[in-house]
């Protein structure tokens, strides 16, 4: 069927349920003129296909993009002219539409494209070929559903633009999540997900441990060396801590030159196990400021979540009691919440 025949045939065709009947009291000729012109310049792609999946029309929009001749398409398989089509699914559409009687979409959110018909626009996307949205559209001669047209609409503005919006809002919420400095978890957001731990270590009986930590004799660093070289020390010490620590450990800034190490499904001596390597590693890993080679220790308090403790906050308060022994004790060691039970009992 030629475009100018197609046309013709389907200027007394009706859309079914949508109650409008395109025939029209013009005279054929100019009708088909008008449907032919409004058809080639519409900025849609129009495809007609009839119930064995062959092409009966299509217009300009569609020729320009897949970059071929009419006499190549029309009366051709769909699928033979667009190989790329998801076939099962295709045809799958197709049942439904012509049982159904009604329209069925499919969103770029779904499928990013059925055709691959490059797009030309003037931006850097993901893929090459235009996003679509895709109408189907059945309709009727004679009281039955011969034909089914496809409207193929380029999305693909919407797509980038859609897609840098949610890369923008996901950075956002890192940074939410993330201290500008260091570059792990801010207080809050490992605060938040402590609270989440100990609820999971409540419902299913597991393991907790914390480990809170503080860099030695800090404010003399910063009076020696200033800010910088104090920012600096934080940001190596930071990384030296990352590499010792698992997938699931939770490492957080808690404040000033504070730091705290969640640790999920582990007991008291496996995050002792941890804690100490922490330490020592550290000790073994001076910072290089300047013209300056610093050395850095850390006191560290551990605790495990027990029984009787009725909030994640008793859990800090444990670690935070264990951390000031060891300050107490001389700086640049271990303590965990036994040793502060020792030491009072011992005093």
Request: net charge negative; proline share 3%.
């Amino acid at each position: 069927m030629s475009i100018d025949n197609g046309i013709n045939e389907m200027c007394s065709l009706t859309l079914v349920n949508q109650g409008v009947d395109i025939s029209t009291k013009l005279p054929s000729d100019i009708a088909t003129l008008i449907t032919s012109q409004i058809s080639e310049q519409l900025n849609t792609g129009v495809l007609v296909v009839d119930t064995d999946f062959n092409i009966v029309m299509w217009n300009r929009f569609i020729q320009v993009h897949a970059n071929k001749s009419t006499e190549q398409v029309v009366g051709q398989l769909i699928f033979d002219v667009f190989p790329e089509l998801p076939q099962r699914w295709f045809q799958r559409k197709f049942s439904g539409v012509l049982q159904l009687k009604t329209p069925s979409f499919c969103s770029w959110e779904q499928r990013h494209h059925l055709f691959e018909l490059p797009h030309t626009r003037p931006i850097t996307t993901d893929s090459e070929f235009m996003a679509q949205n895709c109408t189907f559209l059945p309709i009727e001669t004679s009281g039955e559903v011969n034909y089914i047209c496809i409207l193929i609409e380029d999305v693909t503005d919407v797509c980038h633009y859609q897609g840098q919006l949610q890369k923008t809002l996901e950075e956002l919420a890192l940074i939410s999540r993330i201290d500008g400095l260091t570059q792990i978890f801010n207080r809050r957001h490992w605060q938040e997900s402590l609270e989440q731990e100990y609820a999971k270590a409540r419902r299913h009986e597991k393991n907790l441990s914390l480990i809170m930590l503080d860099l030695d004799h800090f404010k003399k660093l910063n009076d020696n060396y200033g800010h910088q070289g104090g920012d600096k020390v934080l940001i190596d010490v930071t990384q030296t801590i990352k590499s010792v620590l698992r997938i699931e450990d939770i490492f957080g800034r808690y404040g000033g030159e504070e730091f705290a190490i969640i640790i999920p499904e582990t007991d008291i001596d496996g995050a002792l196990d941890l804690a100490k390597r922490v330490c020592e590693t550290v000790a073994k890993t001076p910072v290089s400021f300047q013209e300056h080679i610093l050395n850095i220790s850390v006191s560290v308090g551990v605790s495990q979540l027990n029984d009787d403790d009725m909030s994640y906050e008793k859990l800090i308060a444990n670690a935070d009691e264990a951390l000031y022994q060891a300050k107490a004790n001389g700086r640049n060691r271990v303590c965990t919440t036994l040793d502060v039970v020792s030491e009072t009992l011992s005093a």
